[in-house]
């Protein structure tokens, strides 16, 4: 039987049996860990599957990576062995990205609550409907766990803006002066605007449906893989050409996942309060895939000045001189493979060839406004597109695709 539960003595004698004799016990808790007599297993993915109504932890459990865990965390470390993650029974709570599998989501039941993405009005009903000739988003209440891990975030946030040119470089990030200064200008006057306000955790946010009747951005990002994908989003759109997309009957729940949506649903709540001439919703756009023949809508979060502005969320911001607080391999996978290809497809969609990244730390508040030009990840992706039209069978389901909506054929 897996281990789960134990005094400290017992986990480092655990750890000896199974990982390594040689450890550092590393902790920013003002606790004598000798006394402890009840300490809780956190399983990371490095530990595999996670035993029924055991508590598993997402995301890096470190503030500085094998030096300093993050808070309300022991860990036994060994340089050649994974980690022993552990926490005191009465912290657990406060860790947002600790969850039992059960934990992590919430059900969703009838009648649904859902907001029109046109007119924002909101509404209850049995099955997702239409409003303003477009589908409705489905959304969910906002978790205890996350409402109260926000209340501190906000209480602790400094919301401050950090200048494009003082962050490490990533792929696609413009040196250029002038568009510097336009992304430094753009970042003051929303720190400014942010300033004035009285925030406060949303109620509600929109839960994702991998589910569609129709092609998205977002879907042209990989060719397959879980819950999405082109080929997914194929199977699922044709099979809704004539049907009202099912609503999800769980959501997220007290995790990362969860403080990401809410996080989107905060911004769009600021945008929406403050008085800017700048500032304003992102506006529609149409892609053009012309490699696969068909064109594909979406919607950039933000528009500073004309200039569309897509916002996305970290564990910290990579600046100058800092200690990286999060894996930098992971943290580079999501610049490459999240950011840069919906960054790609809104700029060319708008005939630009850069426009602008928002992204905020979740662990501070800290933000920057970075101007990128993913012209060179637009390359990439059009080459993979043109391999992707060597499969047969999904180039078959994307003509019935297009056979049912001409108006995305190109």
Known sequence: MTLIEASFTE???????????????????????????????????????????????????????????????????????????????????????????????????????????????????????????????????????????FEKFLDQATFSFIPPNELKQMPGMIQDREKIEFAIQAGNELQELISDLDLSCPTTFEVYNPRTNHIRVSDLKKKEGRGKGLRGALNSAIKYVDEL?????????????????????????????????????????????????????????????????????????????????GNMNTYKSKWKNNYLPQLAMYSDARGMEWMLLLLIAKQSGRFSVIPVNPKAKLAGLRKEWKKWTKDKRMMDKLEQYLEANPSFRI
């Open 11 to 149: 986990w480092g004698e655990w750890f000896s049996e199974n990982r390594s004799a040689n450890y550092s016990v590393m902790t920013t808790l003002d606790i004598n860990l000798e006394s402890a007599s009840r300490l809780i297993r956190l399983f990371t993915a490095q530990d595999g599957k996670v035993p029924k109504k055991a508590i598993r932890i997402t995301g890096t459990i470190w503030a500085t990576k094998n030096v300093k865990p993050k808070d309300n965390l022991v860990v036994l470390y060994s340089k050649d062995s994974p980690p022993l993650v552990l926490c005191p029974p009465d912290k657990i709570s406060l860790i947002p990205q600790a969850a039992t599998i059960s934990q992590s989501t919430q059900k969703l039941n009838s009648p649904y609550h859902w907001r029109c993405l046109v007119c924002s009005t909101t509404g209850q009903s049995e099955t997702l409907e239409r409003h303003c000739g477009v589908n409705v988003r489905q959304l969910s209440h906002v978790s205890k766990k996350t409402k109260l891990w």
């Open 245 to 325: 997309v099912p609503p999800m009957k769980t959501a997220p729940k007290g995790g990362p996942i969860e403080i990401g949506h809410v996080f989107d649903e905060l911004f769009a709540n600021i945008t929406n309060s403050i008085s800017s001439n700048s500032w304003n919703k992102g506006e529609k756009v149409k892609f053009d895939c012309t490699e696969l023949g068909l064109s594909v809508t979406g919607t950039p979060d933000l528009d500073y000045n004309g200039i569309p502005v897509e916002m996305k969320t970290a564990n910290s911001l990579l600046v100058k001189g800092e200690e990286p607080s």
